[in-house]
C-alpha cells in the first residue's frame, strides 16, 4: 500500500468513525422519541431525514471508500461504481435541499402567530411528505447521468479527456458538451438551495438580534430578567450553524469542481475528486455534532437510555441476591 492509499484511507476512516455513529444515534433518539410520544412535530422529522441522508453520504462513500483504500473489499466494478456514484451523488445533494428545508422551516417557525408566514409554515408542515417526495424525485433524476457514464475500468487508453478520475471509478462523458451541462446541472442544484438558506439564515440572525434588543430594554425597564421563545431562539442558532458548516464546506465542494469542468486533464489525477469527495462528506459528518449538541431532544432521549443502564443492572443485582 502507498503512503497516498494509506493518508486516504485513514481520511475516509476518520469521516466514517465521527459520521456512522452521529448519524445513528440521531436516528435512534428520534425513534426513541417517536416510540414514547407516537408523533414528531414536523422540525423533528426533517432532522430525522437529514440524519438518514447523511448516514447514507457516509456509509455509502466514505465507508467503501476506506474499505478499498486499505485494500479490505474489492467494490469498484462498473456496477459498483454505478451504484455507489448514483446513490452518494442523490443523498448528499437531498442532505443539502433537506438542510435548505429545515433553515425555510426554521425562519418560517419565527414568524408571529396569525401571520401569512405562519399560514405557509402549517401548509408547508401539512403536504411536508410531499415536499419529501418531490426532492427524492428531483435529485434522483438529476443524478442519472452517473449511472450512464460511470466505469470502474481503468484501461486509460480508452478514455478522453472528457472523462473525471475519482481514484476507483471513472466517469467518462461522451462529449465536453454533456461533461459542461452535467457539471453547470449540479452546481445550479447546490447554488440554488446554498442562496435561499443563506437568505433564510440572515433573517434568523436578524430577528435574534431584534429579540435580543427587546429582552434587554425588557430587562432594564422593568428590572427583572428571562424571557420566553427561548427553545425556539436555540433550535434557530441550530439551524444557523448547520448552514453555516454547509456554506463554507459546500463552497469548497463546488469550488473544486468548477475547477474540474474547466482545467483539461482532469483524468490523469484523482486529487482533486477525493478533495471535492472528503470536503462533501465532511458536512455529513460533522453535522450530527452540531445536532447533538444543540438539540435538546436529542440529548433528552440520550441521557434517559444512559441513566436506565445504571437503574437496569442495579435491579438485575437485586434481583439475583
Given at each position: 500500500m502507498s503512503s497516498e492509499e494509506f493518508v486516504r484511507g485513514m481520511l475516509y476512516l476518520s469521516l466514517t468513525v465521527v459520521g456512522?455513529?452521529?448519524?445513528?444515534?440521531?436516528?435512534?433518539?428520534?425513534?426513541?422519541?417517536?416510540?414514547?410520544?407516537?408523533?414528531?412535530?414536523?422540525?423533528?422529522?426533517?432532522?430525522?431525514?437529514?440524519?438518514?441522508?447523511?448516514?447514507?453520504?457516509?456509509?455509502?462513500?466514505?465507508?467503501?471508500?476506506?474499505?478499498?483504500?486499505?485494500?479490505?473489499?474489492?467494490?469498484?466494478?462498473?456496477?459498483?461504481?454505478k451504484a455507489v456514484i448514483f446513490?452518494?451523488?442523490?443523498?448528499?445533494?437531498?442532505?443539502?435541499?433537506?438542510?435548505?428545508?429545515l433553515s425555510a422551516y426554521q425562519c418560517l417557525s419565527i414568524a408571529p402567530p396569525g401571520s401569512g408566514w405562519a399560514s405557509a409554515r402549517a401548509l408547508v408542515a401539512r403536504y411536508l411528505g410531499v415536499v419529501f417526495f418531490f426532492l427524492w424525485l428531483l435529485n434522483t433524476s438529476m443524478s442519472s447521468a452517473a449511472i450512464l457514464f460511470s466505469f470502474g475500468t481503468k484501461n486509460d487508453s480508452s478514455l478522453t479527456n472528457h472523462a473525471i478520475n475519482v481514484q476507483?471509478?471513472?466517469?467518462?462523458?461522451?462529449?465536453?458538451?454533456?461533461?459542461?451541462?452535467?457539471?453547470?446541472?449540479?452546481?445550479?442544484?447546490?447554488?440554488?438551495?446554498?442562496?435561499?438558506?443563506?437568505?433564510?439564515?440572515?433573517?434568523?440572525?436578524?430577528?435574534?438580534?431584534?429579540?435580543?434588543?427587546?429582552?434587554?430594554?425588557?430587562?432594564?425597564?422593568s428590572g427583572g430578567g428571562g424571557g420566553s421563545g427561548g427553545?425556539?431562539?436555540?433550535?434557530?442558532?441550530?439551524?444557523?450553524a448547520l448552514v453555516t458548516l454547509y456554506v463554507v464546506l459546500y463552497g469548497v465542494d463546488n469550488g473544486?469542481?468548477?475547477?474540474?469542468?474547466?482545467?483539461?486533464?482532469?483524468?490523469?489525477?484523482?486529487?482533486?475528486?477525493?478533495?471535492?469527495?472528503?470536503?462533501?462528506?465532511l458536512y455529513a459528518a460533522l453535522s450530527p455534532v452540531v445536532i447533538i449538541a444543540s438539540n435538546r431532544k436529542v440529548n433528552g432521549r440520550l441521557r434517559c437510555v444512559v441513566q436506565e443502564k445504571p437503574v437496569q443492572q442495579k435491579a438485575t443485582s437485586l434481583s439475583t441476591i
Open positions: 456512522v455513529p452521529g448519524n445513528a444515534t440521531i436516528i435512534l433518539a428520534f425513534l426513541l422519541l417517536l416510540h414514547q410520544e407516537n408523533r414528531l412535530l414536523p422540525a423533528d422529522v426533517i432532522v430525522l431525514h437529514l440524519a438518514c441522508v447523511n448516514l447514507l453520504v457516509v456509509g455509502v462513500r466514505c465507508l467503501l471508500e476506506t474499505l478499498a483504500s486499505f485494500r479490505l473489499a474489492s467494490i469498484f466494478g462498473d456496477v459498483g461504481c446513490v452518494y451523488r442523490t443523498s448528499r445533494s437531498l442532505s443539502i435541499w433537506l438542510t435548505f428545508v476507483f471509478c471513472y466517469v467518462h462523458f461522451p462529449s465536453k458538451l454533456s461533461k459542461q451541462i452535467n457539471g453547470a446541472g449540479q452546481v445550479g442544484r447546490d447554488v440554488v438551495p446554498m442562496a435561499l438558506m443563506t437568505l433564510a439564515s440572515l433573517i434568523i440572525l436578524v430577528f435574534l438580534y431584534k429579540h435580543s434588543h427587546q429582552v434587554k430594554g425588557l430587562r432594564s425597564s427553545a425556539e431562539q436555540r433550535a434557530a442558532k441550530a439551524v444557523v473544486l469542481w468548477v475547477y474540474t469542468l474547466t482545467v483539461k486533464k482532469t483524468m490523469t489525477s484523482s486529487l482533486i475528486s477525493d478533495l471535492r469527495i472528503f470536503f462533501s462528506s
